[in-house]
């Protein structure tokens, strides 16, 4: 038998309780971190009015969409940058050109679809 911290009231509990003696608490052994986590989810709109918790949650969802879909072009950059330093096989600076011209050519038209809509 051991003694914990109740999540609730930070008061000693034993291990082997059913319920937290000083706050009558059920759950107080829940996971210090996914109660933090939910506890965030839970009053995060007392915080931050509901409709910017969508954006900040859908940001950071297109956040990691836009770098997982950049991982090519970030590494074949790398490549290049470092043409001089390191000897690579051919085959691995003709991919990278390749992945290069390929992501320049998308962002120059995502570029002039941006101006067409704008202005
Ligand atoms: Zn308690």
């Given at each position: ?53 969508g ?16 991982i ?46 704008l202005?």
């Amino acid at each position: 038998m051991s003694i914990t911290e109740c999540i609730e009231c930070n008061g000693k509990v034993s291990t082997t309780a059913k319920a937290c003696p000083h706050c009558g608490a059920e759950d107080y052994k829940e996971n210090a971190y996914f109660s933090f986590v939910y506890n965030v989810v839970e009053n995060g709109s007392k915080y931050f009015p509901a409709p910017m918790m969508g954006v900040i949650g859908y940001t950071m969802i297109v956040a990691y969409i836009w770098v997982l879909l950049n991982i090519p072009f970030i590494v074949a950059v790398a490549v290049e940058f470092t043409k001089e330093a390191v000897a690579l096989p051919n085959v691995i600076y003709k991919w990278s050109s390749w992945v290069i011209d390929i992501y320049v050519d998308f962002y120059i038209a995502i570029y002039d679809l941006l101006l067409k809509m704008l202005f």
